[in-house]
């Protein structure tokens, strides 16, 4: 089993900076790929990046030029460093991990990011 557990997340001013931290707890093997997602109210579940053990990235091609994700595998914590941030990017933003990107099972209970214009 894995625990993620989310923190950062609050209200920001848009064009300012946000970084979410998640730490997780469990099987190292579960959280080969660690990612971020966010659910913006009455809209659907996203990805916003996802990150392997190696280091290796896939970002939706939105977010590519302001969000920047990475992780700390000694600590087994992912961050995803927000900016230039937008109204649009207010939503709950979910830790996500897996053993392989075809099987992320994990999730945390996500963070709140709320951008004020």
């Known amino acids: 089993q894995v625990q993620l557990v989310e923190s950062g997340g609050g209200l920001v001013q848009a064009g300012g900076s946000l970084r979410l931290s998640c730490a997780a707890s469990?099987?190292?093997?579960?959280?080969?790929?660690m990612g971020w997602y966010r659910q913006a109210h009455g809209k659907q579940r996203e990805l916003v990046a996802l990150i392997t053990r190696s280091g290796s990235t896939n970002y939706a091609n939105s977010e590519k030029a302001r969000f920047t994700i990475s992780r700390d595998n000694a600590q087994n914590t992912v961050y995803l460093q927000m900016t230039a941030l937008k109204p649009e990017d207010t939503a709950v933003y979910y830790c996500?991990?897996?053993?392989?990107?075809?099987?992320?099972?994990?999730w945390g209970k996500g963070t709140l990011v709320t951008v004020s214009s």
């Open positions: 469990g099987s190292i093997f579960s959280t080969n790929v």
């Open positions: 996500n991990a897996g053993p392989n990107r075809y099987e992320m099972e994990y």
